[in-house]
């Protein structure tokens, strides 16, 4: 199983099972003199564990974070950084039933298809487990971001659970961290609980949306036209395990408007660089950051993994049910907003990076200083 790796110059490397020893990454391309050690990178790993409320699953994992190489003395040595987080709390025995069945909805069968052989304890690579190395790597990453561009605030948030979805007017920063769902609309979260309360006792669950948004970016990140910032960041976002779309901006909805709509008009702000009247373009043009805040949303559909008897085919293409046994978030999208963050880290590091390899860092003027 090849690539398992993204990313230019800051590159990422995950590794392990859902229900191996151990899973973790290999990150190389960390710049030198970056601070950093293990509690700094468990504070983001903390935020996606499981276990953490009655609405995710409720596997009991530390997901403590080892770093083996690459830091000395607290800082990063430029060499690469391994960093693994062991598992402690496996139950495969919940997935013998299903040692000879697909599950609908899984790529059980797609690997069986491709490799001819499978890890049915959990999904193996395919497990949303896997994530918890992304963020890992993701908290390096800001390690460095808050290095290289210390006013780089980067946010996730769910706007939507399955039919309900947050009133944008009651938008608050301060109210994500205030509830289980990462959600800024605090009349939103109350009704989302008793939504996902019912749907957990029905065994059952479902998808949502998840917006991340990076405010305080450079600038002039992102190339033309195989390097865009959005197209970089549209796989990182896509690559998610249960992610089925993503959009950039406006994305899907910029077809119902006008060009005149659409645009974002430019002012000369008083400090001589420009201001936009508007951020349908999620702060990217041209595949390239305008300095606006990048704003990418992508949805994640139901966990496939539900108390349901579901028609299914085994290994030798009998029919036969299925009902998935297991400990399974009944909204995979709860705990995927900390991953969406990290991507989103890594992403823009890496092209921070490659900034500064191509014009130095230097940022591009006309007249009235723009950049």
């Known amino acids: 199983m090849s690539i398992n790796t993204f990313g230019h110059l800051f590159r990422v490397t995950t590794w392990g099972e859902s229900h191996g020893p151990a899973l973790g990454a290999t990150v190389d391309g960390c ?4 601070p950093v050690d293990a509690a700094m990178i468990q504070h983001w790993l903390d935020r996606r564990k499981p276990g953490t409320s009655r609405y995710t699953t409720q596997r ?3 997901d403590a974070v080892r770093i083996l190489s690459g830091v000395f003395e607290g800082q990063t040595t430029g060499t690469p950084v391994q960093l693994m987080i062991e598992n402690t709390d496996q139950r495969s025995k919940d997935y013998s039933d299903i040692m000879e069945k697909f599950r609908p909805g899984h790529a059980d069968i797609t690997y069986w298809q491709k490799y001819g052989i499978r890890d049915y304890r959990g999904g193996g690579r395919s497990s949303a487990r896997e994530t918890a190395a992304r963020v890992a790597a993701g908290g390096l990453a800001r390690a460095a971001l808050a290095t290289l561009a210390p006013d780089l605030q980067i946010t996730g948030y769910m706007t939507r659970i399955g039919p309900q979805e947050i009133d944008r007017e009651r938008f608050d920063w301060d109210t994500i961290t205030q509830n289980p ?8 979260a109350e009704d989302w609980a008793t939504y996902m309360k019912a749907l ?10 998840v917006e991340v948004v990076a405010r305080g970016v450079p600038a002039g990140l992102g190339a033309p036209v195989y390097g865009k910032l959005d197209t970089d960041l549209a796989a990182a976002m896509m ?7 993503v959009e950039i901006g406006e994305g899907m909805g910029a077809a119902m408007l006008t060009g005149e709509d659409n645009a974002d008009e430019i002012f000369m702000g008083n400090d001589g660089r420009p201001v936009f009247s ?28 539900i108390l349901k008897t579901r028609q299914t085919i085994t290994k030798s293409g009998e029919a036969a049910e299925i ?3 297991g400990r399974h978030d009944p909204c995979v999208g709860i705990r995927a907003v900390p991953v969406g963050e990290a ?6 590091l890496d092209h921070i990076l490659l900034n500064r390899g191509q014009i130095g860092g230097a940022v591009g003027e006309t007249r009235g200083r723009i950049g």
């Open 31 to 34: 710049p030198p003199g970056v």
């Open 60 to 62: 009991q994992e530390p």
């Open 181 to 188: 769902f990462w959600c800024p609309d605090a009349q939103a």
């Open 200 to 209: 957990r006792k029905s065994g059952n669950s479902v998808g949502a949306v």
């Open 239 to 245: 690559s998610i395990n249960a992610v089925k779309g």
């Open 278 to 305: 508007s951020n349908h373009s999620g702060g990217i043009l041209g595949g390239i950051s305008t300095g606006q805040d990048v704003v990418v949303r992508f949805a994640v559909k139901p966990t496939s993994s």
């Open 323 to 325: 009902i998935t046994k």
């Open 343 to 348: 991507m989103m880290a890594c992403v823009l």
